[in-house]
């Protein structure tokens, strides 16, 4: 609704309207509506705030609002006005006119009854003059909404270089909260960095203004589809060429703290009558030390050496080995005799699975250099070296790569005279190793050169929360880059400078509290709500509009430059309008009968509008073109129109609706019953089924006068029996003051709210274009 | 008192007429003296000129010389004098120290509209043709909205008794389906006055054609005296002259109010 109460209370059934635009030349600061025009034009003659009005006006133009409901987005229609060439103070408006005038601000104000006083006008539109012309004495003049961010790009931050090697690259635009890769589980909360330049030691990767924390940046191993910390980043951000930079040496060190690829049992190799007797070898790699696999051999052996070999798919990394550590979980029984002192239990590293006293290579990482000779123990061992399996191995393997095979030996030794092995037991538990890997500058420079090139950037795990607008003193959770609706404000901040909130009662005015804290569970108002998390990032050029229009889509809100931004002198006005559609049935704004309305229309949406069976990708990959996550949504099959997506498209292969979300990566689905709970609710909600539309011409001012697009209609079918005693009393020939002539299809009108989508605001009436919700 | 029209004569409202303002001294100096001086000038009797102070003046200097035996001043408010006397003086010639003719002080009124002749000897006797036509304030005056300066023309004869006269308001009634009526008002009406003449003079009729000739027909506006009341009016079509004996004609004048 607009906001002026003095307005309001001046609107009755017989009323003198008039129009007011004031045009402020653009070189104009002040653009108030209490600030003196450049024009003062008007239909009928009249002063306002002691300032005459010219009555030049010719036509009687319309202002046109919308609301797309699919793709969240809103628009203020663009009118002319046909002015009198008038004469202002000796000049004609047409010598008047000039390029001054052009990008002029334009203010629209209803006028009730004359009245002078500056409070008691509302302002219904807010734009600029786009273009003006003259055609028989009448000067034409096009008038544009407000929309700073028409042709605007993103990013724009860009270094700058006197070497044009190394000039105007794009610094990344990004916003979020982000988690750096640590540990064996697969991460990828992380954003691109792109490579800017090296300074001959060091290569230099640039990173978003606002980048806090100080982990290390990350390179992206497309071979084991890992993102692997750069444990040599200089943490710390310099300033290189006009941005944000963070360097790290060319050799770019790596650790991948990994499981094996795979343990395929078929090619475990059993010593003399051993074999699996529990478990899968599956197990030793599925991160949890519950599961197990356990080897036996019960009828023991002498004077020969037994154990297994446990094959081992190693992950392959790009670059050089240059260290490798083994990490092992197990157990282990062994019931012997006449042991010598080179008798035992050993674990260790082979690239061969043969039964040897010393192997061509091996990496020891239990029973080293003395056999275990205990009957019963634990093996637990963390980050042992065995870089030598890697480096010292055979001569027909590079060092610094794994062998082609990889076996993780349990050697019972019961070699010489007359020791033997009545039985031995082995469980493991898990194995993993961490895999240190470098540019491999020595041996293949031009590779590695190559290979750097090829990347094109690294990766970063740091947030980037802070917003530079001004946040609420109890709610300042909510304005954390974590939710569309705050990373939305950040950018028309930070990117066109759109006026800051002056005041909590600014960002509460501007709907920017309420809409925000729905889509960010941090907050203790509404205590129900779940956390949209958004992630947002930008690397090439973009227009600014669409991004704004996607966060709107993902994050199911709408954003208006408010018609009644130079008002702000009124309480309870902003310049901006976030809004979105409530839970339940929203509270109707107004209640429409009969008796003000002159004619409606109703309809049902078209079969296109349905969303009875969406396949939504989100949680974009930072490196690859895919998406990490899907969520799907098909129509229950229910009663009345609530059919299923089958039903309706003959089989659930048809029109199948696939969406990408970019941007919002939480609360997509499954977080809980409420139409704001996650996005699939918030678009079944809307689209999931059939939903009524209704056209309505209201001429009733009392109703009409204050409405916008986003409220909500309720229209009356209560009739004076439905209310009870005393009302029922009342001849049903006065039921007409509050209801509906018609139903609404087969159904009532009651309980059914109707946002209003499209409004064309004439003087004297408005006609508006409604859905149900 | 009869009924007459007054109009531009001067062709006071041409785009390439210079209207200056000034002081009236010797002869009219032209400097900073007033607020808005052209408002004065531009057919709109909605906005006033401000500043006004004694020996302050306005000339207007026309490309082409111009005779004119009255003036018509409008007031939008109230002048801001407590005794009316002589508070403007109107004079014409062609140099703007030589300001001889005319030379008639004239008195101003409390809102509204007051018309004087211009020559200082005798009522509504012609003066010109002159390029230069000066009003000087002889005191601080204020809500000065529009100085016509042209030509008065009584009617031969009062018109017929059918005068017609009507408000058009441009309301929209908007009847709800429930039958309540909304009445939007957007403008405060315009009076449309339509006189008669049944038998006028051949040179009562080139008279009238003169004016509708110096007006451009609906082009611009002048003021009408009904006898009672004046009204700033503009012809809403032009006129239609029919004989109805030899030398004699019947006309009929359609003037639609002009609000501002």
């Given at each position: 609704m607009f906001t002026n109460t003095n307005y309001e209370s001046k609107l009755s059934p017989t009323m003198t309207e008039n129009w007011l635009v004031q045009i402020f030349k653009n070189s104009t600061s002040g653009i108030q509506t209490t600030d003196t025009p450049d024009l003062a034009l008007s239909f009928a003659s009249t002063t306002f705030d002691g300032v005459v009005y010219y009555p030049a006006?010719?036509?009687?133009?319309?202002?046109?609002?919308?609301?797309?409901?699919?793709?969240?987005?809103?628009?203020?229609?663009?009118?002319?006005?046909?002015?009198?060439?008038?004469?202002?103070?000796?000049?004609?408006?047409?010598?008047?006119?000039?390029?001054?005038?052009?990008?002029?601000?334009?203010?629209?104000?209803?006028?009730?009854?004359?009245?002078?006083?500056?409070?008691?006008?509302?302002?219904?539109?807010?734009?600029?003059?786009?273009?003006?012309?003259?055609?028989?004495?009448?000067?034409?003049?096009?008038?544009?909404?407000?929309?700073?961010?028409?042709?605007?790009?993103?990013?724009?931050?860009?270094?700058?270089?006197?070497?044009?090697?190394?000039?105007?690259?794009?610094?990344?635009?990004?916003?979020?909260?982000?988690?750096?890769?640590?540990?064996?589980?697969?991460?990828?909360?992380?954003?691109?960095?792109?490579?800017?330049?090296?300074?001959?030691?060091?290569?230099?990767?640039?990173?978003?203004?606002?980048?806090?924390?100080?982990?290390?940046?990350?390179?992206?191993?497309?071979?084991?589809?890992?993102?692997?910390?750069?444990?040599?980043?200089?943490?710390?951000?310099?300033?290189?060429?006009g941005a944000k930079v963070l360097k790290v040496p060319k050799s770019m060190k790596r650790i991948a703290d990994v499981f094996p690829d795979e343990v395929p049992a078929s090619e475990v190799v059993f010593g003399t009558?051993?074999?699996?007797?529990?478990?899968?070898?599956?197990?030793?790699?599925?991160?949890?030390?519950?599961?197990?696999?356990?080897?036996?051999?019960?009828?023991?052996?002498?004077?020969?050496?037994?154990?297994?070999?446990?094959?081992?798919?190693?992950?392959?990394?790009?670059?050089?080995?240059?260290?490798?550590?083994?990490?092992?979980?197990?157990?282990?029984?062994?019931t012997y005799s006449n042991f010598a002192a080179s008798n035992g239990l050993r674990v260790t590293v082979q690239d061969t699975a043969s039964f040897v006293s010393a192997p061509n290579s091996s990496a020891h990482c239990f029973g080293s250099p003395a056999r275990s000779q205990l009957e019963s123990g634990t093996i637990s061992i963390t980050d042992v070296d065995i870089t030598d399996y890697v480096t010292d191995h055979n001569a027909t393997d590079d060092a610094g790569y794994f062998p082609d095979?990889?076996?993780?030996?349990?050697?019972?030794?019961?070699?010489?005279?007359?020791?033997?092995?009545?039985?031995?037991?082995?469980?493991?538990?898990?194995?993993?190793?961490?895999?240190?890997?470098?540019?491999?500058?020595?041996?293949?420079?031009?590779?590695?050169?190559?290979?750097?090139?090829?990347?094109?950037?690294?990766?970063?795990?740091?947030d980037i929360l802070t917003e530079s607008y001004r946040t609420h003193s109890t709610a300042d959770t909510a304005s954390d880059l974590n939710n569309p609706v705050a990373i939305h404000r950040q950018l028309l901040d930070a990117i066109i400078d759109v006026d800051d909130f002056v005041d909590d009662t600014d960002i509460e005015d501007s709907g920017f509290k309420t809409v925000a804290e729905l889509r960010d569970s941090n907050t203790s108002s509404p205590a129900s709500s779940t956390h949209w998390k958004t992630r947002f990032s930008s690397h090439n050029q973009e227009p600014l509009e669409k991004v704004l229009n996607k966060l709107q889509y993902e994050g199911c809100f709408f954003f208006q430059f408010n018609p009644q931004a130079q008002q702000t002198a009124l309480t309870g006005v902003s310049p901006l309008r976030y809004f979105t559609i409530d839970n339940g049935v929203p509270t109707a704004n107004i209640a429409l009968s009969q008796n003000d309305i002159s004619g409606y229309e109703l309809g049902i949406t078209e079969v296109g509008d349905l969303e009875t069976n969406l396949v939504i990708n989100y949680k974009p990959h930072p490196a690859e073109d895919r998406y990490l996550k899907q969520a799907t949504y098909t129509a229950d099959t229910g009663s009345g129109q609530n059919l299923s997506h089958g039903t309706i498209f003959e089989q659930a292969s048809h029109q199948k609706e696939e969406v990408n979300l970019d941007y919002v990566f939480d609360s997509v689905d499954d977080a809980g019953s409420d139409r704001n709970d996650d996005f699939v609710n918030f678009r079944s909600s809307l689209f999931g089924d059939y939903k009524t539309t209704i056209n309505v011409t209201l001429v009733n001012p009392e109703k009409y006068g204050m409405i916008q697009v986003g409220d909500f209609i309720d229209f009356s079918s209560i009739l004076f029996q439905?209310?009870?005693?005393?009302?029922?009393?009342?001849?049903?020939?006065?039921?007409?003051?509050?209801?509906?002539?018609?139903?609404?299809?087969?159904?009532?009108?009651?309980?059914?709210?109707?946002?209003?989508?499209?409004?064309?605001?004439?003087?004297?009436?408005?006609?508006?274009?409604?859905?149900?919700? | 008192m009869s009924s007459f029209f007054v109009y531009d004569s001067i062709n006071q409202y041409r785009s390439d007429n210079t209207i200056s303002e000034g002081t009236f001294g010797a002869g009219f100096s032209a400097s900073d003296s007033l607020t808005n001086h052209k408002r004065v000038s531009d057919q709109n009797i909605g906005t006033a000129i401000t500043g006004v102070n004694a020996n302050d003046a306005i000339a207007y200097t026309l490309g082409t010389g111009g005779t004119a035996n009255?003036?018509?001043?409008?007031?939008?408010?109230?002048?801001?004098?407590?005794?009316?006397?002589?508070?403007?003086?109107?004079?014409?010639?062609?140099?703007?120290?030589?300001?001889?003719?005319?030379?008639?002080?004239?008195?101003?009124?409390?809102?509204?509209?007051?018309?004087?002749?211009?020559?200082?000897?005798?009522?509504?006797?012609?003066?010109?043709?002159?390029?230069?036509?000066?009003?000087?304030?002889?005191?601080?005056?204020?809500?000065?909205?529009?100085?016509?300066?042209?030509?008065?023309?009584?009617?031969?004869?009062?018109?017929?008794?059918?005068?017609?006269?009507?408000?058009?308001?441009?309301?929209?009634?908007?009847?709800?389906?429930?039958?309540?009526?909304?009445?939007?008002?957007?403008?405060?009406?315009?009076?449309?006055?339509?006189?008669?003449?049944?038998?006028?003079?051949?040179?009562?009729?080139?008279?009238?054609?003169?004016?509708?000739?110096?007006?451009?027909?609906?082009?611009?506006?002048?003021?009408y005296y009904d006898g009672s009341s004046y009204h700033w009016v503009r012809l809403n079509e032009t006129m239609t002259f029919t004989e109805v004996a030899d030398g004699r004609f019947s006309t009929q004048i359609k003037m639609r109010q002009q609000i501002q």
């Open positions: 006006i010719l036509n009687k133009p319309s202002i046109s609002y919308s609301l797309d409901l699919k793709n969240f987005t809103t628009n203020t229609g663009s009118l002319t006005l046909n002015i009198g060439n008038i004469d202002i103070d000796g000049t004609t408006l047409l010598g008047t006119l000039g390029k001054n005038y052009l990008n002029a601000h334009v203010n629209i104000l209803s006028q009730i009854d004359n009245d002078d006083t500056a409070a008691n006008a509302l302002q219904i539109f807010s734009g600029k003059v786009s273009s003006f012309g003259y055609k028989n004495n009448t000067i034409i003049m096009n008038i544009i909404s407000n929309r700073p961010f028409q042709n605007v790009s993103i990013p724009q931050g860009r270094t700058s270089s006197t070497n044009e090697a190394h000039n105007n690259k794009i610094v990344p635009l990004v916003y979020g909260d982000y988690t750096a890769s640590t540990g064996k589980a697969f991460n990828a909360e992380v954003f691109k960095c792109p490579f800017h330049k090296n300074d001959g030691t060091d290569f230099m990767f640039l990173v978003p203004e606002g980048t806090s924390g100080s982990d290390d940046l990350e390179f992206y191993d497309d071979s084991i589809k890992r993102f692997l910390p750069l444990t040599d980043t200089n943490t710390s951000i310099a300033d290189v060429d009558a051993t074999t699996k007797t529990a478990g899968e070898f599956a197990n030793i790699i599925d991160d949890n030390t519950g599961t197990s696999v356990t080897v036996s051999n019960s009828t023991g052996f002498s004077n020969d050496i037994g154990g297994f070999f446990v094959k081992l798919i190693m992950p392959e990394l790009r670059g050089k080995i240059t260290n490798l550590k083994i990490s092992l979980e197990a157990t282990f029984t062994q095979d990889c076996y993780l030996y349990f050697d019972f030794n019961a070699l010489g005279g007359s020791a033997s092995y009545a039985d031995f037991s082995a469980t493991i538990k898990e194995v993993s190793f961490k895999i240190t890997a470098e540019n491999d500058l020595d041996k293949e420079p031009v590779a590695s050169t190559s290979f750097n090139a090829g990347i094109e950037e690294v990766y970063l795990g740091r439905d209310l009870g005693s005393p009302f029922d009393a009342i001849s049903d020939t006065f039921d007409s003051f509050v209801a509906m002539p018609t139903n609404l299809f087969g159904d009532t009108w009651s309980n059914k709210r109707f946002i209003i989508t499209n409004l064309k605001r004439n003087i004297g009436s408005v006609s508006i274009g409604c859905r149900e919700v | 009255a003036i018509a001043v409008y007031f939008s408010g109230s002048d801001g004098v407590t005794a009316n006397g002589d508070e403007m003086t109107v004079r014409a010639g062609n140099l703007v120290n030589s300001l001889t003719a005319a030379g008639k002080s004239f008195a101003s009124t409390d809102s509204g509209w007051i018309v004087s002749n211009v020559h200082d000897s005798a009522n509504y006797t012609d003066v010109g043709s002159y390029t230069i036509w000066c009003v000087e304030f002889n005191e601080a005056i204020t809500n000065v909205a529009e100085i016509l300066i042209g030509r008065k023309l009584d009617f031969e004869i009062e018109p017929d008794i059918n005068v017609q006269s009507k408000i058009e308001y441009e309301n929209s009634i908007q009847r709800s389906l429930g039958g309540v009526e909304y009445a939007l008002n957007v403008n405060p009406g315009q009076e449309v006055i339509t006189i008669s003449f049944q038998n006028i003079s051949s040179t009562f009729k080139q008279d009238l054609t003169t004016m509708q000739d110096a007006i451009k027909g609906e082009g611009k506006k002048f003021l």
